[in-house]
């Protein structure tokens, strides 16, 4: 094959990837979709979805929008441990919350899990969201580890 400019392009061999969809058992487990994929190549990513302050019973944590924001990172942590992972090897974060009164809140915690490791990370408040009228934030996470590299 070549390029516009007559070059030859390089051969690719394209490598096939392995997909592991998951749902580690400390995380309740949805009927309609994956907590966690990780996808194999010579690197290796992971897609973990919105978590959100519920416990591995499926219920709403007691207590206030601090409680919810602790267990949906305590979530993220499961998750991520479940593909022996950790906070420091996540390369992207998104936060998602339904009013801005509980951002420095959501500072606070994301801080105390994050620690020095500081990714991307987006906060959005949604308006129209799925979550429902008591829940009020929701975090998902994504991973990349190059193989060799801890």
């Given at each position: 094959?070549f390029?516009a400019?007559g070059e030859?392009?390089?051969?690719?061999?394209p490598?096939?990837?392995?997909t592991?969809?998951?749902?580690?058992?400390?995380?309740?487990?949805?009927?309609a979709?994956s907590?966690?994929?990780e996808?194999?190549?010579?690197?290796?990513?992971v897609?973990?979805?919105?978590?959100?302050g519920?416990?591995?019973?499926?219920?709403?944590?007691?207590g206030?929008?601090r409680?919810?924001?602790?267990?949906?990172?305590?979530?993220?942590?499961?998750?991520?441990?479940?593909?022996?992972?950790?906070?420091e090897?996540?390369?992207?974060?998104?936060?998602?919350?339904?009013?801005?009164?509980?951002?420095?809140?959501?500072?606070?915690v994301?801080?105390?899990y994050?620690?020095?490791?500081?990714?991307?990370i987006?906060?959005t408040?949604?308006?129209?969201?799925?979550?429902?009228?008591?829940?009020?934030v929701?975090?998902?996470?994504?991973?990349?580890?190059?193989?060799?590299?801890?």
């Amino acid at each position: 094959m070549f390029t516009a400019t007559g070059e030859r392009r390089p051969k690719e061999n394209p490598v096939p990837a392995k997909t592991r969809f998951l749902n580690p058992e400390a995380l309740t487990k949805p009927a309609a979709y994956s907590q966690v994929v990780e996808v194999t190549t010579p690197g290796r990513m992971v897609f973990i979805s919105g978590q959100i302050g519920v416990g591995r019973d499926g219920k709403l944590v007691a207590g206030d929008f601090r409680a919810q924001a602790v267990q949906a990172f305590e979530n993220l942590k499961a998750a991520l441990e479940a593909v022996g992972a950790r906070f420091e090897h996540v390369v992207k974060l998104n936060n998602y919350l339904v009013g801005l009164e509980h951002q420095a809140i959501l500072r606070d915690v994301r801080g105390r899990y994050l620690n020095m490791a500081a990714p991307p990370i987006t906060g959005t408040r949604r308006t129209s969201f799925s979550l429902s009228r008591w829940e009020r934030v929701a975090s998902e996470a994504s991973r990349v580890r190059a193989y060799g590299l801890s």
